[in-house]
């Protein structure tokens, strides 16, 4: 079993737990009995959220202030993954996005966006990975980790290039890590949502959200439900919604040649090109 089962000493480290998908995971993971650690830089938002656990469930959550795109304060949330031996599950839900073309973006903001979405997930994966894995070794004790991708893995996308490339890399990464744990006690499930009502479109500075049929986007608490269930079960990865299998598999199959000026003309009209 990937995730030991629930008790105080079961504790599951989320990030990007301040909104959003991040948030309901840690409420779906409380659901289920888990006790959390929260990580976001909003610290209001994460002290409101373990006093709401903890009036629903009767657990104790703690929370971390950091901002993933510092250096000093990433390698602090990789001490804890390190040191604490009540940590047995890491959810990496830390997002965010860039609208508009690379050449009218703010080369700052992309490198938060790489910093965040890439360095900060494959920090803490790593770091997670060893600490789990050696504890398995060990105790026998099992550990999971859930990465959130997206569907915009899948394929390149003119008007969101630096968002779509940065969840290549997570599903990517995350798919042969969880290959290469077989057998050890602990798994990596990646969980590739479309669009989703949260924070995102406004850190994003997107309306594309509100353009898009209502049927397209999905609800923060289903998405987060989807991924710990996968987690909770050790599978590989998980796109939950019909649309969104149907849009990562197109996205995968269909020759980029074919698959790229139509995007691009898709996204001119979602307003993805800024
Ligand atoms: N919504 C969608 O349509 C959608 C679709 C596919 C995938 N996703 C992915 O889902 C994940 C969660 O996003 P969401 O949709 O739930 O958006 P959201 O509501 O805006 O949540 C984003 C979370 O990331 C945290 N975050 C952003 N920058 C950070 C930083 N520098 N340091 C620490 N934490 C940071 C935010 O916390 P603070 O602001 O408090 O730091 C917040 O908790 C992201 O990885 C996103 O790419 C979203």
Known sequence: MPLPPPGPDSLVLVTGASSGIGAETARALAARGYPTLLVARREDALTDL?????RRTGLTSEVHAADLADD???????????RDDRIVGLVNAAGFGVTGRVVDSDPE???????VN??????LSVAAVDAF????RSTGRP???????????FQPLPGVA??????????SFSEAVHTELAGTGVTLTTLSPGLTRTGFADAAE?????????????????????GVAAMAAGHRSVVPGLVNQLSAFSGRLTPRSVLLPVVHQAMDWFGGRG
């Not at 903001?109 to 910093?115: E, K, S, T, V």
């Not at 890439?118 to 920090?123: I, N, Y």
């Open 206 to 226: 997107t309306d594309a959200f509100d353009r898009a049929p209502g049927f397209t986007v999905g609800e923060a608490a289903d998405v987060a439900e989807a």
């Open 133 to 136: 894995v050696r504890r398995s």
């Open 72 to 82: 000093e304060a990433r390698a602090g949330v990789r001490d804890l993954l390190h």
């Open 109 to 115: 903001a992309l490198d938060g966006l790489i910093r």
């Open 143 to 153: 550990g999971a980790i859930l990465n959130v991708s997206s569907i915009t893995a």
């Open 118 to 123: 890439v360095l900060a997930l494959h920090d």
């Open 162 to 171: 630096s968002y779509a490339a940065s969840k290549a890399f997570v599903q």
């Open 50 to 54: 373990a006093a709401e656990l903890g």
